[in-house]
């Protein structure tokens, strides 16, 4: 797996505070976590979406947890752009994916029409709504011809404030997981709030560069997919 410091990275775009990465890194190893993540991955229909020999790249790659799922569903030419290079796992396999870069979803590091399919997990709300149309433009920029985008974003705040309440009250009867994540989700309550206000203004950028091909809410997540318009 190479990560080479790309040097054009937009300063501040989409970085994440010490506390929230802690906290994920603590999750990340819970059983119930995997679970959830396992449901998603299927509701999503990636399997619909792409051949297993296209090159697919995950901006905001993160610990690669989406790329190595992708992987094990025998999918070949995985790429990863992560602004953060700390939350990349260092134990993955060098030889699980062609290259992993560090940059950002604003200046996505790869050349012209380069991938078939561009995937966005949970990376949008934590990028300022005024970079939004930047982040579309350069997946349009990277994808070739009839190229797919595929956004996953928690959605609506008010699911995920509740969700997290609930967390909190079960944190009080000892469990560790559910006192982490009341403490992940609450912190992002500002950056969840501020991305389902302005939703729609986002669907109107994306509607600009790709023809909606299926849009639809599970598990607190608002899942689209498009194709890039000719």
């Given at each position: 797996m190479r990560i080479p410091v790309y040097p054009n990275i937009q300063e501040g775009i989409g970085l994440l505070s010490e506390e929230w990465k802690e906290t994920f890194h603590i999750l990340k190893e819970q059983k119930f976590l995997k679970f959830t993540q396992g449901i998603m991955f299927h509701c999503i229909g990636i399997l619909n979406i792409a051949k297993t020999d296209d090159k697919i790249c995950d901006v905001g790659c993160?610990?690669?947890?989406?790329?190595n799922q992708l992987?094990?569903?025998?999918?070949k030419n995985l790429y990863g752009v992560e602004v953060d290079e700390t939350l990349i796992n260092p134990t993955s396999s060098g030889d699980s994916f062609p290259?992993?870069?560090?940059?950002?979803?604003?200046?996505i590091p790869f050349e012209d029409k380069f991938f078939d399919v561009v995937t966005i997990y949970a990376v949008l709300h934590h990028i300022g709504i005024k970079d939004h149309e930047t982040v579309i433009s350069e997946v349009d920029r990277v994808l070739k011809a009839n190229g797919k985008l595929l956004i996953i974003e928690p959605y609506p705040f008010a699911f995920w404030k509740i969700w997290s309440i609930i967390c909190r009250f079960l944190g009080t009867f000892?469990?560790?997981?559910f006192r982490n994540y009341y403490k992940l989700v609450s912190s992002e309550y500002d950056l969840l709030s501020n991305f389902s206000a302005n939703l729609g203004v986002l669907k109107c950028k994306i509607k600009e560069k790709f023809n909606k091909v299926s849009g639809k809410w599970f598990l607190g997540y608002w899942i689209f997919v498009g194709t890039k318009r000719s």
């Open positions: 993160g610990q690669l947890s989406f790329l992987k094990s569903h025998g999918f290259e992993i870069k560090i940059g950002s979803a604003c200046k000892g469990s560790p997981y």
